[in-house]
């Protein structure tokens, strides 16, 4: 199911990892636990990384497709063959991230609850069903109540994979697994343009316009994917299941456990419901999240429409839509396994904004240089919004400690991060074409804002680490007082 590509990459990763394994052999041993060698630590992740990884990556393509597809939609004549306002069409944008906000936090529980693979297949079920439903809608009201709904649906599969991933991974193995997860959001940009590309050709096929037949046709793979979803993927590591022996799954737990240091809860608890709600630096990773998906999801929306704004005709605009993706995935994946090597994660996600927040001033500056310019532009825009979202979105995974917290935070964090998704949708308006400079220069602004605040949040944390190294014996024992503590026991370390 992997490309070689994407074996090579993975399998040197795994090597490194195996170094790790070697220098906890002498520590770990307890229970009559028999650590691994490294060459079977190798084979096991490869197992793990073979049948989750593109798996999970296949499905978020499917999700982030039918997402953004909407933009390919407007190229492809939706908001002229339909009773619709300009303004009634960025709000069908925006409304979509308000079901995904409110029903994060319950998918995420559930998804705790009846596991993974059941809980998965049926969002996917529900969102493959609202998608080929829009080719039906006849008016604004019809668009804005699908995106609506598509929304609600969609909210299980991105921050459920997201912890879900934790729960298999080491916190220094998750960057990269996250970048070949996420990385499919931009070969969902790259592959949307250019099938919409080719669906725009059936306008007029059994009396259907070509937007219609691109929700139609998008949501066939979600629904294929949602049956076999059951069946392929495995559920926790905790549980037994066919894909693992004993003796691989008690490796996995038991490393994970090593892992986690003194944050080891795993059960359901109420109390760690609310200590997600009531820790500051949720809110911190919130707040960056919001500054850095709103230009994410502003350029995938209007990716198609910004390049038409270029000078490109309508179905030149769609292919050229691809190029910009296929440079962000590459540099995405390299910009992770850099993090997840020198276990860090503030200066990737600064350094890529710095690319970005460059790209939007060259958007705005070149506007009357030729579409050449701005092409090129674009491109470097686009690799720089992309290219940190792993190592923000492993961040606040490695640094959550207990099961129950750290989903219920992923899901937080997520929710309140995709009002940046609900902004996105109203960043680009049509009066602002062709050059757009005004929805530019609001995402410039907001990548400088991710860039301040993730170098204000490194060094947060690394404060905090090394507080907690320079503990006095008093201190220390009073630190360690009460049950579940999480991520607050004085011996966990915050990854910066």
């Not at 343009?193 to 998008?218: C, D, K, P, T």
């Not at 350094?351 to 050449?372: A, R, S």
């Not at 507080?467 to 579940?484: I, S």
Request: with cysteine.
């Amino acid at each position: 199911m992997a490309t070689p590509a994407v074996e090579k990459v993975l399998d040197e990763k795994s090597q490194v990892i195996a170094g790790d394994v070697e220098s906890t052999q002498g520590s770990v041993s307890d229970g009559g636990f028999i650590p691994p060698t490294p060459q079977e630590w190798r084979r096991l992740l490869w197992k793990l990384d073979l049948r989750i990884i593109p798996y999970v990556g296949i499905l978020y393509l499917c999700s982030f497709l039918d997402r953004v597809n909407i933009g390919n939609a407007k190229i492809a004549g939706l908001t002229e063959h339909i009773d619709i306002t300009d303004s009634q069409y960025n709000w069908s944008l925006s409304i979509f991230f308000i079901g995904y906000i409110i029903f994060e936090v319950p998918s995420n529980l559930m998804l705790k609850w009846i596991g993974p693979s059941k809980w998965i297949s049926i969002v996917m079920i529900a969102w493959g069903t609202t998608m080929a439903a829009m080719a039906a809608v006849h008016n604004g009201a019809g668009l804005l109540a699908s995106r609506f709904f598509l929304g609600v649906t969609e909210a299980g599969l991105f921050p459920g994979v997201i912890f879900y991933l934790t729960l298999w991974y080491t916190r220094k193995e998750q960057a990269t697994r996250l970048a070949f997860f996420f990385g499919c959001s931009t070969l969902a940009g790259a592959f949307g343009g250019v099938l919409a590309y080719g669906i725009m050709q059936m306008e007029g096929i059994r009396g259907l316009h070509g937007w219609q037949w691109i929700f139609i046709i998008e949501a066939i793979p979600t629904l294929v994917f949602a049956c076999t979803t059951y069946f392929i993927l495995p559920d926790f590591p905790e549980t037994k299941n066919k894909f693992l022996t004993e003796r691989e799954r008690e490796i996995i737990v038991h490393r994970l456990k090593v892992d986690a240091g003194p944050s080891t809860e795993t059960h359901f608890s109420m109390k760690q419901f609310w200590m997600a709600f009531t820790d500051w630096k949720v809110y911190m990773h919130a707040a960056i999240y919001i500054c850095a998906v709103t230009p994410l999801y502003s350029l995938s929306m209007f990716m198609p429409t910004i390049i038409r704004g270029m000078g490109f005709e309508s179905l030149t605009a769609q292919a050229m839509s691809a190029p910009p993706y296929a440079f962000a995935c590459v540099a995405t994946i390299l910009t992770a396994m850099h993090a997840d090597h020198h276990n860090e994660r503030g200066l990737h996600l600064a350094i890529p904004g710095c690319l970005g927040l460059i790209g939007y001033i060259l958007l705005i500056t070149l506007k009357h240089k030729g579409m050449v310019a701005m092409y090129v532009a674009a491109c470097i825009t686009t690799i720089g919004v992309f290219a940190q979202i792993p190592a923000m979105l492993s961040w606040f995974s490695n640094n959550i400690g207990g099961h129950t917290k750290r989903g219920v935070a992923t899901a937080i964090i997520v929710s309140l991060g995709n009002i940046g998704g609900a902004v996105g949708g109203q960043v680009y308006r049509t009066d602002d074409g062709p050059f757009y400079t005004r929805g530019h220069e609001i995402c410039a602004g907001l990548m400088a804002g991710a860039i301040v605040l993730s170098c204000l949040f490194k060094y947060l944390l690394h404060r905090m680490n090394k507080k907690r190294e320079n503990l006095t014996p008093e201190e220390y024992k009073k630190a360690c007082e009460g049950t579940e503590l999480c991520d607050y026991h004085p011996d966990f370390r915050y990854i910066t």
